[in-house]
């Protein structure tokens, strides 16, 4: 089937991110208008017949590649789209580039400091306390000794955090490290030390993570929040310190007015997501991390009444819409291999049965990759995905 976009209406650039690019470029390509990703070629997106491809050589450093390919005359085809980030590297780039960027693009509004802060997990959190908003308490790093000092006082695990997640990610593949005990916390530092690589020292929040919640809204540039929107996640994969696999929409008062607290103390205008995990030992919720972009939940979102995408696009081509005050409560996003993994993991433990897990299945599913008007993504993107699992574990077996 022929793509038709609308000749009216400024196309997209989407840089970076996962399900939630391919979430961006559906929710604008149902509506004809033109979307452009440009992120890594293993990308479900690449097989969405909603938007255009353009895949960051592997050789090629992805934010130095984003930043050189849109300002140069080669991507004039693309002067005059809108740009959305769905990555933290793509929001760095927005911010690094914003002046000479907004010359030829569409840029949503931006406090470049306050977003920047948010990269930065030394001034996130610096930026919680200041807000009297709590969060776990963290360290900086600068000596072996120091860290035996520390890790005396808080106890273990530790949790030992790159100051740039999305850098070291991008590197190692792990956005954080975790420390069970001394041996543990000095390998983790040798590490860090080896690598060249900014840190801190985290307390870990202990509990379920059943415990995380989450924030979203988007705050004009009068500082006035648009919407409001909670939600909370079931369970993760690897438990207790992965990516969500199973959220639900839910509407809990106490993340909104915490969340909001953080982000008009800061200054952040625009998208923005603050994250959560209620502590048992004292009851309170902490500040976990804060994005300024398009997350992985986006189609959550979608499916629970809130068009986030629509919404944001409309502002910025100066069509604005009504911004969205309710959406259901209840509504689930399920990524289905990993929260089997998950399954599996709590059962070992003894922290569910089958049948708890099968009951908590029991209800209309939103799903990242799957769409019945778009299936290539989930079925060529899930066979690469099964592929490469099946090759790692070949490799592991030879060793």
């Known amino acids: 089937m022929l793509k038709t976009h609308s000749k009216t209406k400024p196309g997209v650039v989407v840089l970076g991110g996962g399900a939630n690019t391919l979430s961006v470029a559906r929710s604008l390509g149902r509506r004809g208008i033109k979307v452009t990703c440009i992120t890594h070629c293993h990308e479900y997106v690449r097989f969405s017949r909603y938007c255009d491809f353009i895949p960051i050589p592997t ?14 005359n080669n991507a004039h085809h693309l002067h005059g789209s809108v740009l959305m980030a769905c990555s933290d590297l793509g929001l760095e780039v927005l911010i690094n580039k914003k002046d000479e960027l907004s010359k030829k693009y569409i ?39 120091e860290a035996t000092v520390f890790a005396q006082d808080v106890g273990f695990p530790i949790m ?23 041996n543990e916390l000095y390998r983790h530092l040798d590490f860090f030390a080896k690598h060249d690589n900014q840190g801190i020292f985290l307390e870990y929040i202990p509990g379920p993570d059943s415990q995380l919640c989450s924030y979203y809204t988007y705050i004009d540039k009068n500082g006035i929040p648009l919407f409001h929107f909670t939600k909370r996640i079931i369970r993760r994969y690897p438990k207790n310190e992965g990516l ?3 959220h639900i929409t839910d509407n809990i008062d106490e993340v909104k007015q915490l969340g909001l607290r953080l982000l008009k103390k800061s200054g952040l205008i625009g998208l923005a997501n603050t994250e959560f995990k209620r502590d048992h030992r004292d009851g309170k919720l902490k500040f976990i991390e804060c994005n300024a972009r398009f997350t992985a939940v986006n189609c959550l979102l979608e499916k629970s009444g809130i068009d986030l995408v629509s919404f944001v696009y409309d502002r910025l081509i100066g069509q604005p819409s009504e911004p969205p005050v309710s959406y259901v409560v209840g509504k689930r996003l399920w990524y289905p291999m990993e929260d089997f993994a998950s ?10 049965t089958f049948s708890a897990y099968v009951k908590s299945l029991l209800h209309f599913q939103t799903f990242p990759y799957f769409a019945w008007d778009d299936l290539l993504p989930s079925i060529i993107g899930n066979f690469l995905h099964m592929w490469r699992i099946l090759m790692k ?7």
């Open 160 to 182: 030992i955090k790159p100051r740039f997640t999305h850098k070291f990610d991008e590197l190692y593949g792990r956005k954080y490290l975790l420390a069970h005990d001394k």
């Open 244 to 246: 969500g696999c199973y």
């Open 107 to 145: 840029l949503d509004i931006m406090n470049r400091k306050a977003q920047r802060n948010m990269l930065d997990k030394l001034s996130s959190y610096k930026a919680a306390k200041d807000a009297n908003v709590p969060c776990p308490r963290f360290w900086i790093f600068k000596s072996i000794e």
């Open 343 to 352: 399954f599996l993991q709590m059962r070992r433990d003894d922290e569910i």
């Open 59 to 72: 050789q090629h450093n992805m934010q130095q590649f984003l930043e050189d390919y849109l300002l140069d």
């Open 393 to 399: 574990i070949g490799s592991i077996l030879k060793r």
